[in-house]
């Protein structure tokens, strides 16, 4: 029930908990797999670590980052798409990891939207919605209780940065692709199709990483569900050396002061730890 409800920042962060049909997912999966062979030959199984092991260095030494990010949701059942652009904010710390994303600009087929905020201070997770003036607290762990984040098995929303190479290896048939001219410059793309035995079977076509060579870290995530009429891409155009460990500070994970005047709607964890329903 909680993943469920948490499917939206979960599609923003890394994939959505939205679950596609058995059929059509192994279906799709199978079509992937076909293309894939032809690419698999260009890379060693040794190429594949080198990436994942870079980017799980990179992730266990990240300290915070802020860069920008832009999301698209491409529904390609009901022929529609939304954009929405803004930043994010992350830092790492005891007894968990704090985050904000905010979101100045959003789209929906090419009309204009209100910002959104998704902000998560180590216990509470808070959802702020301009075009309600509604501000949703969801109580994500107790006070003091340690989530670990970047774990993709278990985190209620799984963060982009910090994978470990054994959780994807666990979880993913892993290939790295030629790269293309639409690629983002400088990456090295990772396709990962969902083995049978993990609990992402039924829920991801392939996900991709365009990892940046130099700096380790994925400029872009793309999530395929639904035999492919269902694609999310999160951008982050502007991650640098400059975005990482650059001494996020407190101020910069405060409320928006626009929350002043929203309505506050609090759910608290019940006695199993499950949020309501």
């Given at each position: 029930m909680l993943e469920r409800r948490l499917g939206r920042i979960s599609r923003i962060l890394?994939?959505?908990?939205?679950?596609?049909?058995?059929?059509?997912?192994?279906?799709?999966?199978?079509?992937?797999?076909q293309e894939a062979k032809p690419e698999a030959s260009s890379a060693s199984t040794a190429d594949v670590d080198r990436v994942l092991t870079a980017l799980q260095d990179r992730g266990d030494a990240l300290k915070d980052i802020r860069c920008r990010v832009r999301f698209v949701e491409d529904d390609r059942v009901n022929l529609t798409k939304r954009t929405k652009e803004g930043r994010i904010v992350l830092v790492t710390g005891e007894p968990n990891a704090r985050f904000l994303i905010q979101f100045d600009k959003t789209e929906a087929d090419g009309v204009a939207g209100k910002r959104e905020w998704y902000l998560f201070d180590g216990r509470w997770l808070f959802e702020g919605v301009e075009r309600l003036e509604q501000v949703t607290k969801r109580e994500m762990a107790r006070s003091g209780e340690k989530l670990n984040l970047f774990d993709l098995e278990t985190a209620p929303f799984p963060l982009?940065?910090?994978?470990?190479?054994?959780?994807?290896?666990?979880?993913?048939?892993?290939?790295?692709?030629?790269?293309?001219?639409?690629?983002?410059?400088?990456?090295?793309?990772?396709?990962?199709?969902?083995?049978?035995?993990?609990?992402?079977?039924?829920?991801?076509?392939?996900?991709?990483?365009?990892?940046?060579?130099?700096?380790?870290l994925p400029s872009r995530i793309v999530v395929t569900k639904n035999g492919g009429l269902e694609v999310e891409t999160a951008d982050f155009p502007d991650l640098s050396n400059s975005s990482i460990n650059a001494?996020?500070?407190?101020?910069?994970?405060?409320?928006?002061?626009?929350?002043?005047?929203?309505?506050?709607?609090?759910?608290?964890?019940?006695?199993?730890?499950?949020?309501?329903?």
């Open positions: 890394v994939a959505s908990a939205v679950t596609t049909s058995l059929l059509g997912g192994a279906f799709s999966r199978s079509v992937f797999a982009p940065f910090g994978q470990k190479k054994e959780t994807i290896r666990r979880n993913f048939e892993v290939t790295l692709i030629p790269p293309a001219s639409s690629d983002p410059p400088t990456t090295e793309h990772l396709v990962c199709l969902p083995k049978p035995e993990s609990k992402f079977f039924d829920r991801y076509d392939k996900l991709e990483f365009f990892v940046l060579k130099e700096l380790r001494g996020v500070q407190d101020k910069d994970l405060a409320q928006p002061s626009e929350w002043k005047k929203y309505k506050v709607v609090t759910e608290e964890l019940g006695a199993s730890g499950e949020a309501p329903p």
